[in-house]
């Protein structure tokens, strides 16, 4: 069982640009979340998706979207990057069968660094 | 407002002292509690959790107690090792809601 595994883990952008992050949830688990962690800060829910529809919303602005696929797996889209930006990005994956208190398990995260 | 607030750190213990990490929520209504570690270069992995007053969750050694008197959710350990040293971060979640809302984290440092 691999996890939950994140793609990249590092990345390098412009301010302005746009990036897309990735994450396959773990065997089985069919729920994924996106939390933003910015340095020596806890993570910071920014949505959840579930039958390929957002169930959930924290307070991040329009330009964070995000799409999950029929084979459960995530991205995570940020438009017009701004130096705030930066950060570690957390995928978690769940199994909601197993309730809304079912155990979240975390990938290692992408770190983006906005220049 | 809903909030986690845990303990400052840096914290640290020389190996096999006593640890107490403090967290404390602020909720409507009863959430469920834990604790998640977040090793160097790795993502978080739960710890422990409690999902009703009085519970307690235990895991490697650690230990959290639901206080509802005290909205409290303190972590602690008899005997904490060098393989510890990480950080700490408390967390709650409401039965009617699928967000983590995390506490700023707690950096604990045991020296051999």
């Known amino acids: 069982d691999a996890g939950v595994t994140q793609s990249p883990t590092h990345l390098i952008k412009t301010r302005g640009q746009q990036v897309t992050l990735r994450c396959s949830p773990k065997?089985?688990?069919?729920?994924v979340s996106w939390y933003q962690q910015a340095l020596g800060q806890g993570p910071q829910f920014i949505f959840q998706?579930?039958?390929?529809?957002?169930?959930q919303r924290g307070n991040f602005p329009d330009r964070f979207s995000g799409h999950q696929f029929p084979n459960y797996s995530s991205e995570l889209n940020v438009n017009a990057l701004l130096l705030g930006d930066s950060a570690l990005y957390l995928c978690a994956s769940s199994l909601v069968g197993q309730g809304a208190l079912a155990e979240a398990f975390f990938g290692q995260g992408t770190r983006l660094t906005v220049v | 407002g809903n909030s986690v607030t845990q303990m400052e750190g840096p914290v640290t213990l020389s190996e096999e002292a006593f640890l107490t990490i403090n967290c404390t929520y602020t909720?409507?209504?009863?959430?469920?509690l834990f604790w998640y570690v977040q090793y160097p270069g790795e993502g978080l992995q739960l710890l422990l959790k409690?999902?009703?007053?009085?519970d307690k969750g235990s895991n490697k050694g650690f230990e959290a107690t639901y206080r509802k008197e005290t909205t409290s959710f303190h972590l602690e350990k008899g005997s904490v090792q060098v393989s510890d040293s990480a950080v700490y971060f408390c967390?709650?979640?409401?039965?009617?809601?699928?967000?983590?809302?995390f506490g700023s984290g707690t950096r604990l440092l045991v020296r051999p």
């Open positions: 967390a709650r979640m409401m039965d009617s809601s699928y967000k983590l809302i």
């Open positions: 998706y579930y039958e390929e529809e957002e169930r």
């Open positions: 065997s089985g688990h069919d729920t």
């Open positions: 409690a999902t009703k007053a009085d």
């Open positions: 909720a409507t209504g009863y959430p469920s």
